[in-house]
């Protein structure tokens, strides 16, 4: 334009100012107004709310504010789009007491809204859940005059829904009709799309019915939503119903339908069905999607299918279906699982050369792998990683690097926790598990009992683990009436002690060389039907041997050869047969 000797006019402003605040390069947008004001072209009411609306996306209320100052001092007057684009900004930035700030401000001044601001404002206070408020604002406004639409209650239903108060998302369509409007697909999909969410199919199917009665046709995402609920229920037959009666009424199922029936299929390990319905789908001229292979691959690794899982990889590769970052997560935790972590961190270069960056979830799943075979230094050279890449770690990644890092040391637990508490991670059950057994197994009852406490204090219920190590800690240390306290509080707050706590009190016990006290726990764990570990057994019965306890001992030989065939290895049995 320069170089033809143009002269940028106030349309020209206007579209760059609004192209620069969509993708939100405010630098170049303030350099585009000083040469404005160089240039002398007057600002408009269309570039205020251009600017408006790239600060409000980009969640800088501050600087929203101060355009509608500047507006206002030139002689501007904000109409209800300006206001519309300030609600919708306080909403993304999760700020109800600024959208009601900014609403009791136009109310002081007079300014009625319209039904399109004020529905922006009634969306707004629901997604803050103020949906009461909402509801009030919307009998204000009906009194001065607005004319309700359809958008406005469907808002206030959606938002009882959303907070679960269904009755009142009832009452809300009533006062709908009481206004003479009808409603229509949104509404009842809203309510019937909750009730699903809840389990409760029966009351769905009633508003389906009540529905059909008002003249409103149920549509295709009313139906995909009934095969949702059903899917979440496990009542797979009555998906292939629905299936099939939206063929027969001419409505054809879509790539929603049928991946919310593969997605529960894959949850209910029911891999072949999924497997069925995808073929089914594909031969009906419904293309499969990224999200519907990755149900398939997810499903297939929670099942420890690898094979299969990387069977529907290679056909996403086949079909040009760019795999996401979902898809690499999942197989990676997949091969975790299975103990094949090098074949999973392998992973990590195909998601960056697919364009993709490993997350938390990656990493997470990665560290779980190595720790669960004792690769301490591993989980801690993954955890400095991601830590360099940026990535904030989550208590899921703590959980299974405390427990991995025991063995290197209380010092070294203790800086992983303290820079967990750093970045506002507030320990959860298994953080004080994985600290509490560390202490006891490092020989420091103490803090052991200190940090348990403090998770009771925090509202935390201690759990089987906790007490295994508190007993654990307890008989190292040789305190014998502690640990009985210990069983008699378990059983008192319902937790029966099973296999692995009766393993560590009859170990404990021969550790301390009282095999009677160890015969005795023995005695109430085999009548509470369970046995010994076989290292377990064969130090007791030789402990028994040495104390002149002959008869016990052949007790304990009689009785877990007859119980103890199915527990042992073959070359366990022989040796008791040989006792």
């Known amino acids: 334009m320069c170089q033809r000797k143009l002269v940028p006019t106030r349309v020209t402003y206007n579209t760059l100012v609004d192209g620069y605040c969509k993708v939100g390069e405010f630098e170049k947008v303030s350099a585009l107004r000083e040469r404005m004001k160089r240039d002398k072209v007057e600002v408009s009411l269309v570039m205020f709310n251009s600017l408006l609306g790239g600060f409000c996306k980009a969640k800088r209320m501050e600087e929203a504010k101060s355009i509608c100052k500047e507006m206002e001092a030139l002689g501007f007057d904000p109409d209800g789009f300006t206001y519309s684009m300030l609600f919708d900004g306080y909403s993304k930035c999760g700020d109800g007491e600024g959208v009601m ?56 239903v959606s938002g009882y829904c959303r907070t679960g108060d269904l009755n009142k998302a009832i009452l809300a369509i009533q006062q709908m009709e009481n206004h003479g409007l009808a ?43 009934l095969i949702d609920g059903y899917g979440r229920m496990g009542h797979f037959d009555k998906c292939f119903q629905i299936l099939e009666e939206m063929e027969n009424s001419g409505m054809k199922p879509n790539v929603v339908s049928y991946g919310s029936l593969i997605n529960w299929l894959c949850k209910d390990c029911k891999l072949l069905e999924a497997e069925i319905v995808l073929k089914d789908m594909e031969n009906r001229g419904v293309l499969p999607n990224a999200q519907i292979y990755n149900m398939l691959i997810d499903g297939s690794c929670t099942m420890g299918r690898i094979k299969d899982a990387f069977k529907f990889f290679d056909e996403m590769v086949k079909r040009e279906m760019g795999p996401t970052l979902v898809t690499f997560n999942a197989l990676i935790n997949g091969l975790c699982k299975k103990g094949r972590v090098m074949e999973a961190e392998d992973m990590l270069p195909q998601i960056t050369s697919s364009g993709l960056n490993p997350d938390v979830i990656t990493y997470n799943s990665l560290i779980s792998g190595y720790s669960s075979l004792g690769s301490s230094q591993k989980c801690l050279e993954l955890y400095e990683n991601m830590k360099k890449l940026g990535i904030k770690p989550s208590l899921r990644t703590y959980h299974p690097l405390l427990s991995g890092c025991i063995r290197e040391g209380i010092v070294a637990v203790e800086k992983l926790f303290n820079e967990m508490l750093q970045i506002n991670l507030v320990p959860d059950l298994l953080v004080y598990n994985a600290l509490i057994h560390c202490y006891a197994e490092h020989g420091d009852v103490q803090k052991a009992l200190v940090l348990h406490s403090e998770m009771v204090d925090q509202g935390i219920c201690p759990d089987k683990m906790t007490y295994n190590s508190l007993i654990f800690g307890h008989l190292r240390e040789g305190k014998l009436s502690e640990v009985k306290e210990l069983v008699n509080d378990m059983k008192v707050k319902g937790l029966i002690p099973k296999a692995d706590t009766y393993n560590i009190l009859v170990k404990g016990y021969c550790n301390l060389k009282d095999f009677g006290g160890a015969y005795i726990w023995y005695r109430e764990m085999f009548e509470n039907g369970f046995i010994p570990s076989f290292c377990i057994y064969n130090e007791l019965t030789n402990g028994l041997k040495q104390e002149g306890k002959l008869k016990e001992a052949q007790i304990l030989c009689s009785e877990i050869s007859i119980v103890g065939k199915d527990a042992w290895t073959n070359e366990d049995q022989s040796a008791v047969a040989k006792m």
Do not use: H, Q
């Not at 109310?107 to 629901?126: D, W």
């Not at 997604?127 to 004319?147: F, H, M, Q, S, T």
């Not at 799309?193 to 046709?217: H, Q």
């Open 101 to 156: 700030a900014l609403y009791e401000e136009l109310s002081g001044r007079g300014f009625r809204i319209n039904s399109y601001t004020c529905s922006i404002l009634l969306n707004a206070l629901c997604k803050e859940g103020k949906v009461e408020i909402a509801e009030e604002i919307v009998g204000k406004e009906i009194e001065n005059g607005l004319v309700p639409d359809k958008v406005m209650f469907n808002t206030i």
């Open 183 to 225: 409603p229509n697909c949104i509404t009842f999909n809203t309510l019937i799309d909750k009730f699903c969410e809840l389990g409760e199919m029966e009351k769905a199917e009633e508003w389906v019915k009540r529905m059909l009665e008002k003249g409103v046709s149920p549509n295709v995402k009313t139906n995909n939503t």
